[in-house]
């Protein structure tokens, strides 16, 4: 096997290891846990933190706060203490990670996944969250298998991307490449 193989076959085997642990989160999540709606009563990410974001434009580096790696693109990873109410009526107190935009002002309302045997163990990421990020990842390997596979095989590319790869309506000219062709003396 060449080396681009290996790398394919191994991020196929993390992809589908991925899908595994989708698919696990959103049949505990379903099986045991109970959606509610969370009132913030202590929020993780205050308006000075928020404001030293909107002037560092998307940057951590030199932030109030600094780089924390559960950040994500453009996001924060904030920890709220919220409030509410289970199923049998008892209100419950509880810290609850989450991510949101950087430099906005977060829900103070959102919903919450909590788990019915100890309704203090709660997360922001739901059922449907972990269905939808598993759907997504099939048809990644979907997309994997079809095309991907024998592309890395062989070294070329499926037909239909070649035939389209080979018009040349397909390869418009740029700019620059225009007024070459305008300026020049042909």
Not at 26 to 36: I, N, P
Not at 155 to 170: F, K, N, T
């Amino acid at each position: 096997m060449r080396g681009a193989e290996v790398l394919l076959m191994l991020g196929v085997a993390g992809l589908a290891l991925g899908t595994c642990w989708c698919l696990y989160r959103a049949t505990v999540l379903f099986a045991g846990w109970q959606r509610a709606v969370a009132h913030v009563t202590r929020g993780g990410y205050s308006d000075t933190e928020r404001l030293d974001d909107f002037f560092h434009l998307q940057q951590s580096f030199g932030t109030i706060r600094g780089w924390n790696w559960r950040d994500g693109e453009g996001k924060r990873w904030i920890e709220d203490e919220v409030l509410f109410e289970t199923a049998e009526g008892h209100t419950q107190r509880a810290i609850v990670g989450r991510q949101v935009t950087r430099s906005w002002k977060p829900s103070s309302v959102f919903a919450i996944w909590y788990d019915r045997a100890n309704p203090a163990r709660v997360t922001a990421y739901g059922a449907y969250y972990w269905t939808a990020m598993a759907v997504l990842s099939l048809a990644l390997l979907y997309a994997v298998f079809a095309w991907g596979i024998d592309w890395a095989r062989t070294g070329r590319p499926p037909q239909w991307l070649e035939s389209i790869a080979d018009e040349d309506e397909a390869h418009p000219q740029l700019v620059w490449e225009r007024v070459a062709d305008l300026v020049s003396h042909k």
